[in-house]
């Protein structure tokens, strides 16, 4: 078993671990309180290739594997979850999917211009819609009706908690064509958000990840080109299970890298603070949380290299990504909590980065899938 990185990946690793010092780390603070969009990052991030890393170059991408694509998430995660999750849903969601399931007109569209990032000098992302008021962790409750109109289809209905959702020039939307087939009644679609009918609400007052444009959108008698739809008839559902199974790698790296993040912060502090006559690293009480933050994170990384490992070689990951999504989630919650607890009052004030990072970390034990949902898909994996 090889535990080495290959030369390319540990570039790559070093690239993102330098962008994301020297163009995330200068006015994160400011953009977390002013809920400011990273606009100037991800427009960065698209410049190094990392807005398709594992795209194929015939379609404008980078043609990375996905080890490396977790290296460049943590890096970017421990400074600024904001503009990493902007990266990781235009890599994991919507360029994988496309790239995966579309057809070669789809793909040469929109798949080309959404892994450079940039069209015509300005920001192309993309963003994925499947979440709705009443179908979160139920992804088969689907609300959003397409109606098949012959040569197009009309969409009607709400999406929430859209990440990139005002950022975003295309959107991959989930929505129910024949409701008496149930989940088999459903497709994927692919909806331009400059169409007519097309609404996006007011940006999310959110706990963490403020940066994050995150909305609510609502479609209203949207019509949608026949050739827009991805796959065949009722094959979104599948779109949807797939995309979100290699979604989950993206959202454990950022939660490995908030935890990373967290932890490097602490350890810094440590062997600098004094208490009672000495460097607080000196006392048990914080070696022994240092100790185990090191671990888990140790833990964490090697199961998202895992998951990411087999999907590069073509193997099931559905299990190892949701263990490394809810062990990563859970282990970036605990020790963001822990670094807070060992800057003592100083972790309770913003320009120490820590609080931000705790309050950042939680949203990964909630999104593309709670860690309720991953211990459904771990326990049906290991039950059978």
Known sequence: ???????????????????????????????????????????????????????????????????????????????????????????????????????????????????????????????????????????????????????????????????????????????????????????????????????????????????????????TDVKVPKENRIGEDGSGFKFAMKTLAGGRIGIASQALGIASGAYELALAYSKQRKAFGKEIMHHQAIQFKLAD?????EAARLLCLKAAWEKDNGIDYTLSSSMAKVFASETAMWTATEAVQIHGGYGFVKEYHVERLMRDAKITQIYEGTSEVQRIVISRSILK
Not at 28 to 37: A, M, S, T, Y
Not at 293 to 297: E, K, Q, S, W
């Open 1 to 219: 078993m090889q535990f080495e990185l290959s030369e390319e990946q540990l570039m790559i690793q070093k690239a993102a671990r330098d962008f994301a010092k020297n163009e995330c780390l200068p006015g994160v603070i400011e953009r977390d309180e002013k809920q400011q969009f990273p606009r100037a990052q991800v427009m960065k991030l698209a410049e190094l290739g990392f807005m398709g890393m594992m795209v194929d170059p015939a379609y404008g991408g980078s043609g990375m594997d996905t080890m490396s694509y977790v290296l460049a998430m943590e890096e970017i995660s421990k400074i600024d979850a904001s503009t990493s999750v902007c990266m990781s849903v235009n890599n994991s969601l919507v360029c994988w999917g496309l790239e995966k399931f579309a057809n070669e007109e789809q793909k040469q569209k929109y798949l080309s211009p959404l892994a450079q990032g940039i069209k015509d000098g300005e920001l192309y992302i993309g963003a994925f819609l499947l979440s709705e008021p009443e179908a979160g962790s139920d992804a088969t409750s689907q609300q959003t009706k397409a109606e098949d109109k012959g040569d197009h289809y009309l969409i009607n209905g709400t999406k929430n908690w859209i990440t990139n959702g005002s950022s975003a020039s295309v959107y991959l939307v989930i929505a129910q064509t024949d409701v008496s087939k149930g989940s088999h009644g459903i497709n994927a679609f692919i909806v331009e958000k400059s169409s007519p009918g097309v609404t996006v609400a007011a940006k999310e007052n959110k706990l963490g990840i403020r940066g994050s444009d995150t909305h609510t959108i609502m479609f």
């Open 293 to 297: 933050m090191a671990t888990r994170i």
